[in-house]
């Protein structure tokens, strides 16, 4: 069975950090580029970072560069979106998702609050 386990998020204050993991299993996670994504309540979902298969590149959405980095452990099927200055802004439902087939995972919470 084909799936994707988030974990990491919780409540952090603004300027905190925190790193989300994304375990795979059901299938070889170095053969796939993976994305994070996240929605906020009321807003449109927001493609967050993407890495290729490899780990070897990697893009970020304007508002998250420089202060995001998404990594790639293929030998442990684990993605990483480390995530540091956070703002209230983040908070959001953070997901992980195998593009190819459309794969999603249940998503974890982040607040950024104090």
């Known amino acids: 069975q084909v799936q994707l386990v988030e974990s990491g998020g919780g409540l952090v204050q603004p300027g905190g950090s925190l790193r989300l993991s994304c375990a795979a299993s059901?299938?070889?996670?170095?053969?796939?580029?993976m994305n994070w994504y996240r929605q906020a309540p009321g807003k449109e979902r927001e493609l967050v970072a993407v890495?290729?298969?490899?780990?070897?590149?990697?893009s970020y959405a304007d508002s998250v560069k420089g202060r995001f980095t998404i990594s790639r452990d293929n030998s442990k099927s684990t993605v990483y979106l480390q995530m540091n200055s956070l703002k209230p802004d983040d908070t959001a439902v953070y997901y992980c998702?195998?593009?190819?087939?459309?794969?999603w995972g249940q998503g974890t919470q982040v607040t950024v609050a104090s």
């Open positions: 998702v195998r593009p190819n087939g459309s794969i």
């Open positions: 059901g299938f070889t996670i170095g053969s796939y580029s």
């Open positions: 890495i290729s298969g490899t780990g070897r590149t990697a």
